[in-house]
């Protein structure tokens, strides 16, 4: 069985940093696009940041310059390395994968990783 486990969220004050970690585990072939999405309550998820197998990488325009996605195609594994937090970053952070694996491939989702940033 696919899943995503993710790691690294956490409290932080404002001007910090953090680093997500999102690992795929099990039988797969490969992985497409990888992503970070977010969610506060009561608000949509929003689209944080995307890689695509090849490293083409997209941003929320709110993020450019101070978040990074990065991949690690060897470990089947997405980053996302986060400076200048501010405090209207505070959400629940969640990766997706599109991944190739058969009948049971298709887009999987992390369990979310709460990031919190203090002012």
């Known amino acids: 069985q696919v899943q995503l486990v993710e790691s690294g969220g956490g409290l932080v004050q404002a001007g910090g940093s953090l680093r997500l970690s999102c690992a795929a585990s099990?039988?797969?072939?490969?992985?497409?696009?990888m992503g970070w999405y977010r969610q506060t309550p009561g608000k949509q998820r929003e689209l944080v940041a995307t890689?695509?197998?090849?490293?083409?990488?997209n941003y929320l325009d709110s993020v450019k310059g101070r978040f990074t996605i990065s991949r690690d195609n060897a470990k089947n594994t997405v980053y996302l390395q986060m400076n200048s937090l501010k405090p209207e970053d505070t959400a629940v952070y969640y990766c997706?994968?599109?991944?190739?694996?058969?009948?049971?491939?298709?887009?999987?989702w992390g369990q979310g990783t709460q990031v919190t940033v203090s002012s």
């Open positions: 099990g039988t797969l072939f490969s992985i497409n696009a």
């Open positions: 997706t994968a599109e991944i190739v694996a058969g009948i049971r491939g298709g887009e999987y």
């Open positions: 890689i695509t197998s090849s490293g083409s990488t």
